[in-house]
């Protein structure tokens, strides 16, 4: 992946994610609003949490893309010791001030992901990447490099990221844009976004564009879910894909949630024991040495 690339994509996220855009961000984003969707992710990163909690009294998690913080703040609550990243400066801060509780726990760092993966001397039980994939140009290059920071029983956790979009099928596409559209007339600079929206649909991406660089998925044919778990199992991880449905509307989303669509995914990817050779099924898809 060109490194041009990756330094657009920092410098847009740098500028679209100050203190006035992070409460929009908030008040649209379907996984901190939708009591389904809370739920889902509350679940889900318990199951991480307690089975690296098997392994060490207290696991050290590696949050990429902290942002507002809910990946830290919650790891922090269950009792984990959190490294988080953001290239924004005002959502480090917020995080600081949001966790300060926890600052014996917490290492803050305002810094681009690609300096801190250079970081060899590190070993973390869990990497987070919440809504995070789809802001990175070469995701499956960031995955690869990032696994090689992990312990020998650590884990790799996505959420809320946009299936491939070839692989949803055609209700699912037409589904999931009309709910778009429909929370997006009521929002400022309608005209502006559905032109966006409709350009990116066409493959047509701006260089110059802010909106462009930090939503690479709108141009780039969603995240590649299947890829990823290639990428995991190739680096010896076990790898399961969770799919749900997530939209920014809660009409639509309990609508959608009902008709049962799935148009968004989650990965949780546990290493492998080399030296494993007797398992028990520990939860569906996963498997524990005795």
């Given amino acids: 992946m060109d490194e041009r690339l990756n330094r657009i994509a920092a410098l ?6 100050t203190s006035e855009t992070t409460s929009n961000y908030i008040a649209g984003a379907p996984h901190m609003k939708h009591p389904a969707l809370k739920a889902l992710y509350s679940e889900l990163m318990t199951d991480v949490f307690n089975y ?12 990429l893309g902290a942002g507002e913080g809910e990946a830290t703040l919650a790891f922090l609550k269950l009792g984990a010791k959190v490294t988080a990243i953001d290239i924004s400066g005002s959502q480090v801060e917020a995080l600081r001030h949001k966790c300060e509780r926890f600052s014996e726990r917490l290492e803050l760092r305002c810094q681009d992901i690609k300096e801190v993966l250079k970081d060899k001397g590190q070993q973390y039980d869990i990497i987070v990447a919440n809504s995070f994939l789809h802001h990175i140009p070469d995701y499956l290059g960031m995955i690869d490099e990032s696994v090689t920071l992990m312990s020998a029983r650590g884990q790799y ?10 692989t949803r099928g055609a209700f699912t596409s037409i589904f999931s844009n009309f709910a778009y559209f429909f929370w997006r007339l009521f929002k400022g600079d309608v005209l502006g976004g559905i032109k966006r929206r409709i350009r990116r649909g066409r493959g047509i991406w701006f260089a110059d564009s802010v909106h462009d660089n930090t939503e690479y998925h709108a141009t780039r044919n969603g995240v590649d879910q299947d890829a990823i778990a290639r990428v995991f199992m190739s680096a010896g991880f076990e790898c399961k894909i969770m799919l749900y449905f997530s939209t920014q509307n809660r009409f639509f989303q309990t609508i959608g949630t009902v008709l049962g669509i799935k148009n968004t995914f989650s990965i949780i990817a546990r290493k492998r024991d080399i030296n494993c050779t007797k398992e028990r099924h520990l939860t569906e898809g996963f498997f524990q040495c005795e």
């Fill in 12 to 17: 847009a996220n740098i500028s679209s994610y």
């Fill in 52 to 63: 690296a909690n098997n392994y060490t009294d207290v696991p050290r998690v590696l949050d």
């Fill in 157 to 166: 956790f996505t959420f809320q990221d946009p299936l491939r979009y070839d």
